[in-house]
């Protein structure tokens, strides 16, 4: 079975601010796909990155950047000095890579305020 | 990715009765799946639509309840029958190639009352 943790529930930061999301993972696959996704207040999911189990490099896109440890089944989130229209649900997830199906975490709330 | 469209986006449905939601596809997609998000949770995937036969449904779900079409590679439907105030949620329909990332529809908010 495969389990995603999203320990926070709720940050809020004043613009500007960095924003580190924590997803905390678990899967007896080998290979796997790991995702995180935002939710806006307008209600629909929109992708932001994947990163596949057998790459470990970190990379930054913008103002996103990841942090991926398989060794602590870890694969953090960071925003860069946040935006107000950063305000969402942002969702981890991970997939298997044979039925692609998505378990996603309970999401974390970001607030950022002006 | 591909646009996903969901008809209706929203509705407030009478309990016992049942809705059908329409996911429509602009290019054909390999995989379609239909996802739950109750009021202030995460999603939970209700089932695999499968092209030409029956949907392969997660634990907790079952045909019955949540009957899945899917005709072609670019359309399918999921029906919530004999509605109660619980089915309140957002249904969101998924498409992906393989390799790929998922891409989703906007959602339909149901409501029953």
């Known amino acids: 079975a495969q389990k995603v943790t999203q320990a926070q529930t709720e940050i809020s930061v004043v613009e500007k601010e960095d924003v580190t999301l924590d997803c905390v993972y678990e899967?007896?696959?080998?290979?796997?796909?790991l995702f995180w996704y935002k939710q806006p207040p307008s209600g629909e999911l929109v992708f932001l990155i994947r990163r596949n189990s057998f790459d470990e490099q970190n990379e930054i896109s913008g103002r996103y950047s990841w942090n991926f440890q398989k060794s602590t089944s870890s694969f953090n989130f960071t925003i860069t000095a946040s935006q107000v229209v950063d305000s969402a649900v942002y969702f981890c997830a991970l997939s298997g890579t044979n039925d692609y199906k998505l378990s996603f975490g309970a999401g974390t709330t970001v607030t950022v305020r002006a | 990715s591909a646009v996903i469209s969901q008809k209706p986006s929203r509705d407030i449905c009478q309990r016992g009765t049942s809705l059908t939601i329409q996911c429509q596809v602009d290019?054909?997609?390999?995989?379609m799946f239909w996802y739950r998000q109750q009021p202030g949770q995460s999603l939970t995937l209700i089932a695999t639509?499968?092209?030409?036969?029956?949907?392969?449904?997660e634990s907790g779900f079952v045909i019955d309840k949540f009957p899945i079409s899917r005709p072609n590679l670019t359309f399918s439907t999921l029906t919530v029958s004999n509605m109660s105030p619980e089915d309140s949620s957002i249904y969101l329909c998924s498409g992906k190639w393989a390799g790929t990332e998922a891409f989703f529809g906007q959602g339909t908010r149901l409501t029953v009352v």
């Open positions: 290019s054909q997609v390999t995989m």
């Open positions: 899967t007896r696959d080998t290979t796997y796909y």
């Open positions: 639509a499968n092209q030409g036969s029956e949907a392969t449904y």
